[in-house]
């Protein structure tokens, strides 16, 4: 596809690596020379400087002929206008991001909003990243987790202690690859360990510290985690958020809503006040989260989730590890800055959202969905691990292919690759060799390969 992104700032950046990395046409515009430069340089990317609000700059970067305008600059009016001059040039699909609350507040509004400008897509990085941190402290005992199949069925990553159920235990010898441990509903599909990305058979054996990802219903998703720990917390009560950004508003009204006890600790007086008037059902407390006696008073060893994010990654990581020396509770620390990627890996922190990289994923999940409708039929992908392995959600379109109707004992697949769920009709199957793939069926794979398109890529030369 050829895209056009206006804006080279940290989430323009990410989005046109993951773009690139998915075999795009790239073209980049902004007004400084230097980011256009550094991105035309490290990329495959063509870089034009100039106003993207510039009907003749727009031209330049052939929008006319593009199928996906992307405007990532910094003010939501400035997007909404770019993508509006874009629609009007010829482009095919437009995507703002807009991060004002106001804007996506009134759904009707939003949609004749969007219908008037024919926008495509209208992206919220913070309401992204608020929707992430809430999926994860339903579950506390999880680092990570992701939706298919319209919520579904979802893929849970944990860590696993030296005391845990599964440590030291072979994968045959407790049924995980069957579903026989999780009554046939979950399974294990995918391990991480010093870096490398496992694909496991019926020989593996866990150790200490493994993240492993298995993908389950959310019903069953309860249960497991009690099974996996019986001391483990199954669900967040008590949630401190420290920084009143928009992340932290979004994510307090989403809790809210949960009827989950929400506090907020936020350093100026002004913006303390602000979310005490929108939400007034969460504990808006003004004061320097630095403080430890203010977070002592503030019972952080009482609460069951902490959230941070302030401004400065180092403030967010800091704050993390005091809390997890101080409490047991589940801590979500927020990172901003990609350079930190190597050294936050090492270090002992529970789950790290990277809000720019949902943004640019989300995106890419769009930009596959197009596709889909033009050959392609992958709904939904998730990079996991540093983009070393993908989760895949296929929709079967057609009865004609060659994995329908065929039991899946009888396929072969390629290596490091694994059907880890089948969803028909909003009913997960956990497939065994007799199961077959039928058409409207959507199919979740995951594996080490990139770039697969189409279903049938699934199987082996």
């Known amino acids: 596809m050829k895209i056009v992104i206006v804006g080279c700032g940290k989430v323009g950046r990410t989005i046109a690596e993951q773009l690139d990395g998915e075999g795009h046409s790239i073209t980049v515009v902004d007004n400084n ?210 920084g009143g950004s928009k992340t932290a508003y979004y994510l307090a009204e989403i809790l809210i809503e949960s009827n989950i006890n929400v506090k907020i600790l936020e350093k100026d007086q002004t913006r303390a006040n602000e979310l005490s008037e929108l939400l007034p059902e969460a504990n808006v407390i003004r004061g320097d989260a630095l403080t430890e006696e203010l977070l002592d008073a503030e019972g952080i060893d009482k609460m069951d989730a902490i959230v941070t994010l302030m401004h400065l990654d180092e403030e967010n990581i800091m704050l993390s590890l005091y809390a997890r020396q101080k409490s047991e509770a589940k801590c979500i620390t927020k990172i901003e800055r990609i350079v930190f990627d190597k050294i936050v890996d090492t270090m002992p922190l529970d789950s790290v959202i990277r809000p720019r990289e949902l943004t640019a994923e989300a995106i890419v999940r769009y930009v596959r969905a197009v596709k889909n409708s033009e050959g392609s039929n992958v709904e939904s992908l998730y990079k996991l691990v540093d983009g070393k392995a993908e989760a895949l959600e296929f929709k079967i379109n057609s009865k004609d292919s060659p994995v329908v109707g065929k039991p899946l004992k009888t396929l072969r697949f390629k290596n490091n690759l694994q059907i880890a769920c089948i969803t028909r009709r909003g009913r997960a199957i956990i497939p065994k060799g007799e199961d077959t793939i039928e058409p409207d069926d959507f199919v979740i794979v995951v594996t080490t390969h990139k770039g697969l398109q189409r279903i049938e890529d699934i199987l082996a030369d």
């Open 33 to 242: 020379p230097r980011c256009v430069n550094r991105l035309a340089q490290h990329l495959d990317v063509m870089g034009i400087e100039g106003d993207g609000a510039s009907r003749e700059v727009l031209m330049e970067a052939g929008v006319m002929n593009a199928d996906l305008m992307i405007a990532v600059a910094d003010a939501d009016e400035l997007n909404l206008y770019i993508c509006l001059l874009a629609h009007c040039c010829g482009a095919k699909n437009t995507i703002a991001r807009v991060r004002n609350p106001v804007y996506h507040k009134n759904i009707s509004e939003s949609q004749q909003m969007r219908r008037a400008i024919g926008l495509s897509l209208m992206i919220n990085p913070e309401k992204i990243a608020a929707l992430e941190m809430s999926r994860l402290i339903r579950f506390p005992s999880a680092i990570e987790v992701d939706s298919f199949a319209r919520g579904n069925v979802e893929l849970y990553t944990l860590r696993l202690t030296q005391d845990h159920l599964l440590t030291g235990k072979k994968i045959s010898e407790i049924g995980l690859l069957k579903g026989d441990f999780f009554k046939g509903e979950s399974r294990i599909c995918l391990v991480q360990r010093d870096g490398e990305v496992i694909i496991p058979g019926g020989d593996f054996v866990f150790a200490s510290n493994d993240k492993v990802s298995f993908i389950c219903t959310p019903a069953k998703a309860s249960w497991l985690f009690k099974k996996f720990n019986k001391a483990a917390q199954t669900k967040a009560k008590n949630v401190l958020i420290v």
